[in-house]
């Protein structure tokens, strides 16, 4: 009995080591495209996926980089473009699905992305000669020109409204108009006067 539960685990042991992650390795710095290897070749092969998350998530929450519907080799089995993700530290995880329902997975956790590079530090350089300054004349200042202010031309009066009515011109208008529409009342009146005699 102890003969089948010994050979038993080695079984199960050479089939988990199947799934691996050969590259990033923990502690590893990465920027831009990440080429990740590794494999997935085992028996009973149903689907994989390849994701991260947080290093902080204890949870099983992932993002997808990649699902695969056949077993990838030892190889570049995808890359993964840490560009589009905050810098920080990640956890990257394989995940085998089997026929039997059960799940084989290998993780890489302590990654660390880091697509900003640091800002250079300056460094000041150390002279080896002193300057001497000469305290016996103060400086000379020199004066800043003093702004000179704008001047706008100022608003000139238009001129005279040549088209100006009074109310004189307004009752000359009216009574024009009342004599046209007397002269035409008594025209027509007179055309239907001869129309019916």
């Not at 070749?41 to 947080?54: I, K, M, N, Q």
């Not at 300057?131 to 016996?136: K, Q, R």
Request: hydrophobic share 45%.
């Amino acid at each position: 009995m102890s003969h089948i539960l010994l050979l038993l685990s080695l079984v199960l042991f050479l089939q988990s080591t199947d799934v691996v992650i050969t590259y990033p390795q923990p502690g590893d710095i990465l920027r831009g495209q990440v080429e990740v290897t590794g494999g997935m070749d085992v028996p009973g092969f149903v689907s994989a996926e390849l994701t991260f998350s947080f290093a902080s998530d204890s949870a099983d929450n992932g993002f997808v980089i990649q699902t695969f519907s056949q077993p990838v080799p030892d190889s570049v089995i995808a890359v993964w473009d840490t560009t589009l993700i905050t810098d920080g530290a990640y956890a990257l995880r394989l995940r085998v699905f089997l026929q039997d329902g059960s799940i084989q997975e290998a993780v890489v956790s302590n990654l660390t992305i880091q697509n900003d590079e640091p800002t250079p530090t300056a460094t000041l350089a150390v002279t080896s000669t002193p300057e001497i300054f000469n305290t016996a004349s103060p400086p000379t200042l020199t004066p800043r020109p003093v702004p000179t202010l704008q001047t706008f031309p100022s608003p000139t009066p238009l001129p005279a409204n040549p088209a100006t009515v009074t109310s004189s011109s307004i009752y000359a208008t009216f009574a024009r108009g009342a004599l046209i529409v007397s002269a035409l009342f008594i025209i027509f009146s007179f055309i239907l006067r001869l129309r019916k005699s």
